[in-house]
Nanobody
Framework: VQLVESGGGLVQPGGSLTLSCSISTNGVRVDAIGWFRQASGKDPEGIACMRSSDGKPVYADSEEGRFTISADNARNTAYLQMNSLKIEGTGVYFC???????????????????WGQGTQVTVSS
């Protein structure tokens, strides 16, 4: 599985940005897609995930209502729309896939099998 993120950049506090994740599965099963953020010097934190079977999302409490995860199966692409961005939203954003899911998707990093290289998002005035 290969994942390539894009769409990062510099945005002012309160602004919006949409990240894309192009996914090449090569026939591998993908049960869930997740988005993670890694701030400088910190471990990655899960911010949103979506179950492939029905699109059911799960969001971190800090992002609920501001972020939206979605996917376009025809384009093999997942998205993370981010609104009302905060300075603490700065970091490298990664998409990842979970190949074997039981129940709802999880924001736990260790559950994900394949990761992209990440895209930098900087929230600053």
């Amino acid at each position: 599985v290969q994942l390539v993120e894009s769409g990062g950049g510099l945005v002012q506090p309160g602004g919006s940005l949409t990240l894309s994740c192009s996914i090449s599965t090569n026939g591998v099963r993908v049960d869930a897609i997740g988005w993670f953020r890694q701030a400088s010097g910190k471990d990655p934190e899960g911010i949103a995930c979506m179950r492939s079977s029905d699109g059911k999302p799960v969001y971190a409490d800090s992002e609920e209502g501001r972020f939206t995860i979605s996917a376009d199966n025809a384009r093999n692409t997942a998205y993370l729309q981010m609104n009302s961005l905060k300075i603490e939203g700065t970091g490298v954003y990664f998409c990842a896939v979970d190949r074997w899911l039981s129940g709802s998707c999880t924001l736990r990093e260790s559950a994900y099998n394949d990761w992209g290289q990440g895209t930098q998002v900087t929230v600053s005035s």
